[in-house]
């Protein structure tokens, strides 16, 4: 409880009100209020979710802080909250991140300004709906009311080519969000009338069933994740997304599909999961190894990082389909992980781009000589990225090999190439932008990272070494809730 | 049976024939100035329509005139969002006909008349009565699509109307004589008795069965009866367009209730099965057309050609979740489409029509409350949660799993993926693109209440849609199988 107030609905709603607020400060002339109305705003959101982790019983995979109250009684849809082991880090990643993309937008969005902290405060309280949902129609407004504000942020603050990109990331996600409603109207039919998730967990699916269940599914949440090859939206919603908007797709959005994975697919339909898991985990491989094959040839710095989160997206589903304890709390790590260090990727090449308007790592190199301080930081991000022991991402991926090892050879080989790929581009792209002499006179100009750049950085590089060193508080928040999911994905739903 | 009986059930129709008849003389003695008396009188008419169709409300479902008129739970509902709609209507359309010098009598009278076609066609329970609401409405309707007498464009649409709209009657009336002739009845409860115990001649009741269906998609506006919706959307004053886009769509449900649900639903195994066709051809052709507009009224006239495709899928599922929440898609989407409407007339100017997709470039920079509120509006349309538009979709598609055809709802939803498309563009213009001209929008307070409230509305639906959803399921439930 906050003042009397369930937590849940505090982090959903206050960020949500807060948006309001700050549309409401109208056109550029109030800039700066809307500014701090809308960092206040993202603080006080990320605030009220530190209950969720200081009151969270790790003992137990049941349902915490859950609410509980009558939405649409006609169709018995519920008002239903409530977080696990699974979902509540990513309550905790998302508001956090809103701050951070309020600051880094702070003074590079120069238009419409209240109308982007809005978007982004509501798109925050919209998330958090989705990582807290428990009942299915709740959750499936939330997952489609999302789409709503990245619709407008990619659409209006985007680079040149925002339209087309803005486009495709609706349509393609409504394609899949539309199979995924058929599948659960079906199951709350099969459940004999209940749309609690909860609920879809329990009941008994014929085989059939299952398996155009999954596909559903599959399709709403590849899509999010994304997975090969329904990941083409990606690299053009990420380029032409402003930094704020490439920050929130990278280290929220694609949580999202993963998660849908392990509430929806996994639990509901075990038996498909573990049929199709093959093809699941050739399409991961697929996406680990020919992805970052396609990242070593791209000579646009977002998209570079883009086609790397999509690879490394392609780590996260090899965990969750290998179905072991060490391979889905893998997977779980490296979904925190690559939330900050995408995240933070994306931030430096904000930076690079507000000041040269250019992407194209041909139009950089030397940039350490003018901007040193960046560099360091910059460093620390690339090497994580490239998954360097000592930072997140290590240990994510680290869980994932140990886990796919134990079930195929090859499969760990296959993954662990990415460790090399991902060295491999992260770092010829370091090299040539930020090493070797000043190459042109926009370089030149350059000038270092101010205070706010700074503050906004070594957060995120604490973040990155801090879960690196020691990420056991997050491995145990996760393990009953992981545990408890595996023994239920092996348990058959199959009517008998 | 006493008078009065057969009185109170239609007293609202009573007292709206003799108001309107009033209106008729009291506008004809007004100076041309002063027709907001006439405006105002027609706006109480509305209200006192209101008050006593919920005054003469009754719980069970009453007959009258020899079961030619029938008063139920569904009527009742149904009449007063008609109300509802035809003073939104009015209200919307006072501005741009006031500066098109239609804002006249005619108008209002007309409106008034088609409304009370509209409700007889609700409360009918015989053939004939349907057929007399029905025909009240469309003639009506070619008289205002035809009011604008120097555009040739809207001629063109009330000729088009006219005549394709007569032919659709003549199919109705040649497949109401078939029924006659196979059940020897033209009142719905007896058609259904007759059906019921078996008829001799099964091919005259096929036919007969096909005809009404016939005529029944032409009034819905459904493929392939669909040809006159985009000529006459386009064509007729936006005002006008907007009155035939929304409340019509409220007696065309009841209409199809009334014949398919009580009059034939022995037959609905065969009804269904056309139904199917019908809907998907509407979803395809509808949704396919509506990407190829440039003009926003033809776009929403093809958007309605898809709706209505999508309500009739209530309809194929049946029973009180079908048809609950096919009631139910016909209120949400009357409630849109008047913003929608709204929206095109609060844009246009004297001597200039907002209708083109070109329009609607840079609305938020013109105006971010208008352009927020068409956002709502088309999210709404495009079936985007927390919009009710949204629930619409939801409750049709849970009717229609419910009865086994998943099949038919993922082609639903695929069609509406496509739809998506041309509601997003709305969007992308409004927010992406810059604005073509700078001119001022002028909003009346009227106006910019009422689309605030519409827009608002769509949203606040959207969270709470669970009153509505359940107005339209109980009052079905007591309409329908009571007897």
Request: charged share 10%.
């Amino acid at each position: 409880m906050i003042f009397g107030l369930p937590v849940i609905s505090v982090t959903i709603w206050l960020p949500i009100v807060f948006g309001i607020l700050v549309l409401a400060t109208g056109d550029d002339k109030n800039a700066p209020l809307a500014r701090v109305l809308a960092l206040v705003g993202s603080i006080l959101g990320f605030l009220v979710t530190v209950p969720l982790y200081t009151g969270f019983d790790a003992s137990t995979s049941a349902m915490q802080f859950v609410e509980l109250h009558d939405w649409i009684t006609r169709f018995n849809i519920h008002y239903h909250l409530g977080v696990d082991g699974i979902s509540m880090l990513f309550i905790l990643l998302n508001s956090f991140f809103t701050v951070i993309v309020v600051m880094a937008g702070w003074k590079v969005i120069e238009k419409r300004v209240s109308q982007y902290m809005a978007a982004f405060l509501v798109m925050s309280g919209i998330v958090n709906g989705v990582f807290a949902a428990l009942d299915s129609i709740l959750f499936y407004v939330f997952w489609e009311a999302m789409l709503i504000p990245m619709f407008i942020i990619i659409g209006v603050w985007g680079g040149p080519n925002r339209i087309y990109a803005t486009m495709k990331f609706f349509l393609y996600t409504l394609l899949g969000s539309l199979l995924m409603l058929v599948a659960l109207i079906y199951l709350y039919n099969l459940t004999g009338g209940s749309f609690s998730i909860l609920d879809f967990h329990q009941v008994a699916i014929p085989m059939t069933a299952q398996i155009l269940i999954f596909i559903a599914f599959f399709f709403a949440f590849a899509v999010k994740v994304p997975m090969f090859p329904v990941h083409t939206w990606l690299p053009d919603a990420h380029v032409e997304a402003p930094t704020g908007g490439s920050v929130v797709l990278a280290a929220i959005m694609l949580k999202v599909g993963a998660y849908g994975f392990l509430r929806f697919s996994m639990p509901i339909t075990p038996d498909a999961s573990h049929k199709l898991a093959g093809i699941m985990i050739a399409l991961s491989l697929i996406a680990v190894v020919y992805i970052g094959l396609v990242a070593l040839m791209q000579s646009d710095m977002k998209k570079l990082v883009a086609y790397s989160s999509i690879s490394h997206m392609g780590f996260v589903t090899l965990g969750l389909f290998i179905f072991n304890a060490y391979g889905m709390e893998g997977a779980l790590l490296q979904m925190l992980s690559h939330g900050f260090v995408a995240g933070a990727l994306f931030l430096c090449i904000g930076v690079l781009y507000d000041r040269v308007h250019s992407r194209q790592i041909a139009d950089y190199g030397g940039v350490a000589n003018k901007m040193p301080v960046f560099a360091a930081f910059f460093m620390l991000f690339a090497m994580a990225n490239s998954g360097l022991p000592g930072t997140s991402a290590f240990v994510g991926e680290f869980m994932v090999v140990m886990g796919a090892i134990k079930i195929n050879f090859w499969y760990a080989f296959a993954a662990a190439s990415t460790l090399i790929f991902g060295a491999a581009y992260t770092l010829w792209m370091y090299k040539r932008v930020i090493f070797g002499t000043v190459t042109n006179h926009h370089v030149a100009e350059l000038t270092d990272i101010n205070a706010r750049e700074i503050l906004i950085m070594t957060i995120l590089a604490v973040a990155v070494l801090v879960m690196g060193l020691y990420p056991l508080p997050l491995a145990d928040i996760m393990h009953v809730s992981v545990n408890d999911l595996l023994l239920h994905v092996a348990h058959s739903k199959l009517p008998l | 049976m006493n008078l009065m009986a057969n009185i109170i059930p239609a007293a609202a129709e009573i007292f709206l024939l003799a108001m309107t008849c009033l209106i008729l003389i009291v506008d004809v003695i007004l100076a041309k100035h002063s027709k907001f008396i006439t405006y105002a009188l027609v706006q109480l008419t509305l209200l006192g329509c209101s008050i006593i169709t919920v005054g003469t409300h009754e719980n069970n479902v009453v007959y009258a005139f020899n079961n030619m008129y029938v008063d139920d739970l569904m009527s009742d509902v149904l009449k007063i969002i008609s109300y509802l709609g035809m003073s939104m209507v009015l209200i919307y359309s006072r501005q741009y006909l006031k500066l098109r010098g239609l804002f006249t009598g005619e108008f209002m009278v007309l409106a008034l008349f088609a409304l009370l076609g509209m409700n007889v066609m609700i409360s009918a329970n015989h053939f004939l009565t349907l057929y007399l609401g029905l025909e009240l409405l469309s003639l009506s309707l070619y008289a205002m699509v035809a009011l604008q007498r120097d555009s040739a464009i809207a001629t063109e649409a009330a000729m088009k109307y006219f005549v394709l709209g007569a032919l659709a009657s003549g199919l109705l009336l040649y497949g109401m004589s078939m029924l006659y002739g196979a059940t020897g009845s033209l009142e719905l409860g007896a058609i259904s008795n007759a059906i019921m115990q078996g008829v001799p001649n099964k091919s005259l009741l096929a036919f007969g069965l096909v005809f009404i269906l016939a005529g029944l998609a032409f009034k819905l506006g459904v493929v392939p009866f669909h040809m006159w919706v985009p000529d006459v959307y386009h064509g007729a004053p936006t005002a006008v367009t907007m009155l035939i886009g929304s409340v019509p769509k409220l007696a065309a449900f009841a209409f199809t209730t009334r014949i398919l649900v009580e009059g034939l639903q022995s037959l609905e195994h065969d009804w269904s099965g056309m139904l199917i066709v019908l809907a998907i051809a509407s979803m395809a052709i509808g949704n396919l057309s509506a990407i190829a507009q440039t003009n926003l009224k033809r776009m929403l006239a093809y958007s309605t050609i898809t709706h209505m495709g999508f309500m009739l899928l209530g309809f194929i599922s049946g029973g009180i979740e079908g048809y609950g929440s096919a009631m139910f898609y016909t209120v949400v989407y009357m409630m849109m489409s008047l913003g929608a409407f709204g929206m095109i007339m609060l844009l246009s100017r004297a001597g200039f029509e907002a209708d083109t997709l070109n329009d609607f470039k840079g609305l938020n920079q013109r105006s971010p409350w208008l352009a927020f509120m068409m956002m709502l509006l088309m999210l709404s349309m495009a079936g985007i949660p927390p919009t009710v538009g949204f629930y619409a979709k939801f409750s049709v598609l849970n009717s229609i799993i419910q009865t086994g055809h998943t099949w038919l709802a993922i082609v639903a939803v695929m069609f509406s993926l496509i739809g998506a498309f041309y509601y997003l563009r709305i969007i992308k213009l409004m927010y992406f693109d810059t604005p073509e001209s700078h001119t001022p929008i002028l909003v009346g307070s009227d106006t910019g209440l009422l689309i605030s409230i519409n827009g608002l509305g769509v949203l606040f639906l959207g969270l709470m849609p669970g009153t509505l959803m359940s107005i339209c399921a109980v009052s079905v439930q007591q309409s329908l199988l009571l007897h």
